[in-house]
């Protein structure tokens, strides 16, 4: 079972950048590998997905701005929040699964404010 811990949030005021990382305790080279947000009051949603076959894929309020990445050496998730908004505002989950588990992580808060 693997082990997922994310770093990286923070305060930001609107139109700038944050990078989230996301360890993972083993390989995580052959699962799919996500991250979700949760805002207050709100579902978590998916933000972006980077799947064992190396395609990508991101939500509609995202797309353009975040880029999602992995290294596999490192066994190593990152997210780059480019032009962020105040409606980022969220806890950000990294996401590992394939057909006999799902882990999250604990989550980072990403706060976008002046």
């Known amino acids: 079972q693997v082990q997922l811990v994310e770093s990286g949030g923070g305060l930001v005021q609107p139109g700038g950048s944050l990078r989230l990382s996301c360890a993972a305790s083993?390989?995580?080279?052959?699962?799919?590998a996500s991250w979700y947000r949760q805002a207050p009051g709100k579902q978590r949603e998916l933000v972006a997905v980077?799947?064992?076959?190396?395609?990508?894929d991101y939500a509609a309020p995202v797309k353009g701005r975040f880029t999602i990445s992995r290294d596999y050496a490192k066994n190593m998730v990152y997210l780059q929040m480019n032009s962020l908004k105040a409606e980022d505002t969220a806890v950000y989950y990294c996401?590992?699964?394939?057909?006999?588990?799902?882990?999250y992580g604990q989550g980072t808060q990403v706060t976008v404010s002046s």
């Open positions: 083993g390989s995580i080279s052959t699962m799919t």
């Open positions: 996401n590992a699964r394939d057909l006999w588990s799902n882990e």
């Open positions: 980077f799947r064992s076959d190396g395609t990508t």
